[in-house]
């Protein structure tokens, strides 16, 4: 008697899940210790239909049943959901070395992109050299300041752009998607990547959203591997597809560069760009692959990060215009009606700086930031935490603790003015407050990143006045979001800019 083929599929996942299952009971018998708490699970798929569309909402909800540090079992994967500040600090400062690695989405693993990565690779000689080369030679203050006028170009190229279109319709998110693409793409290649008549760039651009919503989409494979040959989503797929097309346009940046051999002209560091610094540094540990996979990642995670904690910060301040008159007095004092936003500016806008921090506590770019892996079988709080599990830090559930925040679904800059709360920054040392993460896996790229959301966001505020279109009133926007990879507005915020300087100033 012939059998259908989905009864196949199915015996074989329930004989998988259930081994999987026994494995872990046979694993927790031996150590002699329990697994942190958690919810029980269905069989076979354990605890994803727990998740939802909202996951980091639902994981803040089941850990106030169950504690700061919680498993869950998704599909074949044990998971170890960390949801207080405490509780991060004894993962990302404690026990940082144990919790070290990455757990990779299959996606990332269809071109081998974790190989070569930054973000994803292991934790080992190869990411160490990686770290190294990002920290000091891309992300040191000294090359920062010698890239500033890069920053200060772009920036005022978008300014003027939006002047040229006073009285029209803009979509902010769209607007600082394209300042940072190009930004980066200065400071990688000395040369603005994204021209929307471009086809080339274009489809760039288009890969790098796709990559970010895909990486961000529930896949079945990265909860039941051996489903990896079916790829029953196509996500694998579609990933591979669209990495493809972002290797090939950075490609043709450094065939360019190495045949007109200018990598050995400019010997003076100030005028080196990304591209240059890692040529130097190319080997046999270090290939033109590592130097591809390297600057794809710069593109994929500096822009949509970027991009949505701005058009957050604009909304909320559109939303509550007390706070952004304030903002805009500060500027207004600081900087003037007659000059544009210099990044020497930055150091005296306290208030500006208040309110990026609250941006990244009230909507927080990565609210689970990316799974660390456990390196080893390790002992938390009395918990053991089985080696290659999972673990998930959920800085969004830290930001909505009100235990911890007073009213904390508002938009308050002052918070961070004041009291105890003036002394938190979002650097890795206040685990109240760590939308980059902490410890060895703290985003590399911080330094720069916070330049540009604040140079982009002063900018915006202090050289426009913002109008909502169609008569809307601030009580009607629309602040709902939705989760891929980063936390994004559900509906694209789009304003007017009414210019409020000195024509001049848009214009030198």
């Known amino acids: 008697m012939d059998i259908p083929l989905f009864s196949w599929y199915s015996v074989l996942l329930t004989s998988a899940s259930l081994l999987f299952f026994f494995f872990l009971w046979r694993r927790e018998r031996r150590t002699g210790r329990p697994l942190p708490p958690g919810p029980p699970g269905w069989p076979i798929v354990g605890n994803l239909f727990q998740l939802g569309k909202r996951p980091h909402e639902s994981l803040y909800a089941l850990s106030l049943k169950y504690g700061p540090l919680m498993t869950l079992r998704l599909g074949m994967k044990t998971t170890v959901v960390v949801s207080s500040p405490a509780m991060a600090k004894e993962v990302l400062k404690t026990h940082d070395l144990l919790f070290a690695g990455r757990t990779v989405i299959e996606g990332v693993k269809s071109v081998s992109h974790h190989k070569s990565s930054l973000i994803f690779s292991d934790y080992g000689a190869q990411w160490r050299h990686l770290r190294r080369i990002s920290t000091v030679e891309l992300f040191s203050s000294i090359r920062q300041e010698a890239l500033q006028h890069l920053r200060r170009d772009e920036v005022f190229h978008t300014i003027r752009l939006l002047y040229d279109d006073k009285g029209k319709v803009v979509d902010i998110g769209r607007t600082v998607f394209c300042t940072s693409l190009n930004?980066?793409?200065?400071?990688?290649?000395?040369?603005?990547?994204?021209?929307?008549?471009?086809?080339?760039?274009?489809?760039?651009?288009?890969?790098?959203?796709?990559?970010?919503?895909?990486?961000?989409?529930?896949?079945?494979?990265?909860?039941?591997?051996?489903?990896?040959?079916?790829?029953?989503?196509?996500?694998?797929?579609?990933?591979?597809?669209?990495?493809?097309?972002?290797?090939?346009?950075?490609?043709?940046?450094?065939?360019?560069?190495?045949?007109?051999?200018?990598?050995?002209?400019?010997?003076?560091?100030?005028?080196?760009?990304?591209?240059?610094?890692?040529?130097?540094?190319?080997?046999?540990?270090?290939?033109?692959?590592?130097?591809?996979?390297?600057?794809?990642?710069?593109?994929?995670?500096?822009?949509?990060?970027?991009?949505?904690?701005?058009?957050?910060?604009?909304?909320?301040?559109?939303?509550?215009?007390?706070?952004?008159?304030?903002?805009?007095?500060?500027?207004?004092?600081?900087?003037?009606?007659?000059?544009?936003?210099?990044?020497?500016?930055?150091?005296?806008?306290?208030?500006?700086?208040?309110?990026?921090?609250?941006?990244?506590?009230?909507?927080?770019?990565?609210?689970?930031?990316?799974?660390?892996?456990?390196?080893?079988?390790?002992?938390?709080?009395?918990?053991?935490?089985?080696?290659?599990?999972?673990?998930?830090?959920?800085?969004?559930?830290?930001?909505?603790?009100?235990?911890?925040?007073?009213?904390?679904?508002?938009?308050?800059?002052?918070?961070?003015?004041?009291?105890?709360?003036?002394?938190?920054?979002?650097?890795?040392?206040?685990?109240?407050?760590?939308?980059?993460?902490?410890?060895?896996?703290?985003?590399?790229?911080?330094?720069?990143?916070s330049r540009m959301v604040q140079l982009i966001l002063a900018s915006l505020l202090h050289s426009f006045e913002w109008m909502l279109p169609d008569g809307m009133s601030c009580e009607e926007m629309d602040m709902s979001d939705e989760l891929g990879i980063t936390l994004k507005k559900s509906v694209e915020l789009t304003a007017i800019p009414v210019p409020r300087l000195s024509h001049h100033t848009y214009e030198q």
């Open 183 to 449: 930004l980066l793409g200065n400071m990688i290649f000395s040369t603005r990547v994204f021209d929307p008549h471009n086809p080339a760039s274009a489809a760039f651009n288009h890969s790098v959203c796709e990559l970010m919503r895909l990486g961000g989409k529930p896949n079945l494979v990265d909860y039941f591997p051996f489903l990896r040959f079916l790829d029953p989503q196509g996500v694998c797929r579609q990933m591979a597809k669209h990495f493809k097309e972002m290797y090939d346009f950075v490609d043709l940046f450094l065939q360019k560069r190495l045949a007109s051999g200018s990598e050995s002209l400019r010997q003076n560091d100030s005028t080196k760009d990304f591209l240059d610094v890692l040529l130097d540094f190319r080997s046999q540990e270090f290939t033109l692959v590592d130097i591809r996979a390297l600057i794809a990642e710069f593109f994929i995670a500096g822009t949509e990060t970027t991009t949505s904690t701005v058009e957050w910060a604009m909304a909320e301040f559109i939303r509550n215009p007390q706070k952004l008159n304030r903002a805009r007095q500060e500027l207004d004092e600081v900087v003037g009606c007659n000059r544009r936003v210099e990044e020497s500016d930055l150091d005296r806008l306290p208030y500006l700086h208040a309110a990026v921090k609250e941006i990244f506590r009230l909507h927080t770019p990565v609210p689970l930031l990316l799974p660390h892996k456990a390196e080893s079988a390790s002992v938390v709080q009395g918990f053991v935490i089985p080696k290659d599990s999972q673990v998930l830090v959920n800085v969004w559930a830290s930001g909505r603790d009100p235990s911890i925040w007073k009213r904390p679904s508002e938009f308050l800059p002052e918070r961070f003015l004041e009291g105890e709360n003036s002394k938190i920054d979002y650097k890795g040392q206040n685990f109240e407050l760590i939308p980059f993460g902490a410890g060895r896996r703290i985003c590399a790229a911080l330094p720069l990143a």
